[in-house]
């Protein structure tokens, strides 16, 4: 099943008094990138939910936030060093004498020497926080994978139907190449007769120049890996795996072979079918960025 590279997905629960919020969210990327946004204190959980993540995705711009609340008290705890702080109000009483300056020193006054402030996280089972945020994370990853799938199923049908419109154009394509050459030969013998007048024209001549004629415009090898290429792609389409960068490939591939049916054509109705044949692969190639 292909898979959309973008991709959203929360989950919100509460265990033991903890309120963990895990959100997933994913673009387009040609390579697999992971950002996580995680509180300082459980900075422990990025590798983890990196690990974790890169199981169920290949490719993609994903970010992964989370946030932990506890609800039954606080996370830290906040000391104050008195003899800083006190050195620091004997400093300022001292500079208001030295300075003549009025004496308001408030409390206020000291929050802003962060230094006396000694801040200690609380205790925590680590082990536990994370089997707790890994438990949300495989429900919110689960509702993303979900989206994921679901966008590929639209894409996987959309490309289907450009891939049946180009095996369409082919069969025009092939169509008008069976009549160039017969129409070729027919102008040419009523040029030579045109020409030599009265004479008798040579058909022997007339079909070796048409002869030569189809050999340079023949594009039967490239419609056969044209057709091989489109097969391909319909089964990639089917894959179980990661197949953007597959489909990349092929695309390039496929451009390729109508590149040079264009540059042999020598019939109008076959350079419009080529025409028509790019602006899908285009629309083609546009689709495929969104896919894993």
């Known amino acids: 099943m292909i898979r959309s590279m973008t991709g959203y997905g929360r989950e919100q629960l509460i265990i ?79 500079a208001n004498a030295e300075l003549g300056l009025k004496d308001d020193i408030t ?11 000694n801040v200690q996280k609380i205790a925590e089972d680590e082990e536990k926080i994370c089997n707790d945020v890994r438990s949300v994370a495989e429900s919110a990853l689960k509702k993303f994978v979900s989206m994921r799938e679901t966008e590929g199923e639209a894409l996987k049908a959309d490309l289907l139907e450009k891939i049946a419109n180009l095996e369409r154009i082919l069969e025009r394509v092939e169509g008008a190449a069976l009549l160039t050459a ?39 090898e490239e419609t056969v890996r044209l057709r091989s290429h489109l097969s391909q792609f319909r089964e990639f389409l089917e894959a179980d795996e990661a197949i953007g960068r597959k489909m990349d490939f092929l695309v390039q591939e496929i451009n390729r072979e109508i590149n040079t049916i264009g540059s042999k054509a020598q019939d109008i109705a ?23």
């Open 16 to 94: 033991d008094q903890r309120d963990i919020t895990v959100e997933i969210k994913s673009v387009n990327h040609r390579y697999y990138e992971f950002n996580a946004r995680v509180p300082r204190i459980y900075g422990y959980l990025e590798e983890k939910l990196k690990s974790f993540v890169k199981g169920s995705i290949a490719r993609g711009k994903v970010e992964v936030s989370v946030s932990v609340n506890n609800l039954n008290g606080r996370e830290v705890n906040i000391n104050i060093d008195k003899i800083m702080a006190a050195g620091y109000v004997d400093a300022l009483k001292m």
């Open 107 to 117: 409390l206020s006054s000291l929050i802003r020497f962060s230094d006396i402030f």
């Open 182 to 220: 017969a129409n070729y030969r027919e102008r040419l013998y009523l040029k030579l007769k045109e020409v030599l007048e009265d004479s008798d024209v040579d058909d022997q001549r007339i079909l070796t120049e048409a002869a030569i004629f189809a050999e340079k415009i023949a594009i039967d």
């Open 270 to 292: 076959i350079t419009k079918c080529v025409v028509d044949m790019k602006s899908e692969v285009e629309k083609i190639r546009e689709q495929i960025q969104n896919i894993e």
